[in-house]
């Protein structure tokens, strides 16, 4: 089965960029979307296809893709980004999906 | 306002049952393909089950096939998930999520996505 694999723990300076990254076979075939999650609260997408935000996403939010690999990049960290981040993407079949291993974010 | 709300959530011993409901409103539900996604205590997101808007495409991950059965009734608006040989590791959050798929003109691909959750529901597996 196809997993995604995303570094367990990150950390950036207030104002600072910081890149997630997401590693899996079915980013070569299908786009990554990332969703930002806060303690208690459900998943809310933050990055879908090529690089789009949804409505009300800050565009300090950007993703890229490349190969195996996909990220997403906040440029200008503030503090109510700190958050655990997951990718997600179609499996290899197409017809699943699969989650990353999920990332926290740490603003310092 | 497009909303989901889980519901049916409790406790459950192992080899019990419990069936999941969401309700939706705000959109057209019949035009949408949905899913479950499941969140064990302290750990990441799992995706558990979709159905197409028709339900004629349904399909589940390996580590529930067999137990669950994922349905919708489109005349009520509601999403279900029916659970079956209930073990101690399905305990989880279960939440609903509205499917989104569109071709992206850039990528000259499709990109997928959830674009609405709900809040959750608990389910907790113990003797």
């Known amino acids: 089965s196809s997993e995604l694999t995303q570094d367990p723990a990150v950390s950036v300076a207030l104002g600072q960029t910081v890149r997630i990254t997401c590693q899996g076979d079915s980013l070569r075939s299908y786009y990554a979307s990332w969703y930002q999650q806060k303690p208690g609260q459900a998943p809310v997408v933050v990055i879908y296809g090529k690089n789009n935000r949804p409505s009300g996403i800050p565009d300090r939010f950007s993703g890229s893709s490349s190969g195996n690999t996909a990220s997403l990049t906040i440029t200008g960290a503030q503090a109510e980004d700190e958050a655990d981040y997951y990718c997600n993407s179609r499996d290899s079949s197409g017809n699943r999906y699969v989650f990353g291993t999920g990332t926290k974010v740490t603003v310092l | ?127």
């Open chain 2, 1 to 127: 306002e497009v909303q989901l709300v889980e519901s049916g959530g409790g406790l459950v011993k192992p080899g019990g049952s419990l069936r999941l409901s969401c309700a939706a409103s705000g959109f057209t539900f019949s035009n949408y393909n949905m899913n479950w996604v499941r969140q064990a205590p302290g750990k990441g997101l799992e995706w558990v089950s979709s159905i197409s808007s028709s339900s004629s495409y349904i399909y589940y991950a390996d580590s529930v096939k067999g137990r669950f059965t994922i349905s919708r009734d489109n005349a009520k608006n509601s999403l279900y998930l029916q659970m079956n040989s209930l073990r101690a590791e399905d305990t989880a959050v279960y939440y609903c999520a509205r499917d989104v798929s569109d071709y992206e003109p850039l990528g000259l691909t499709y990109y997928y996505y959830m674009d609405v959750w709900g809040k959750g529901t608990t389910v907790t597996v113990s003797s």
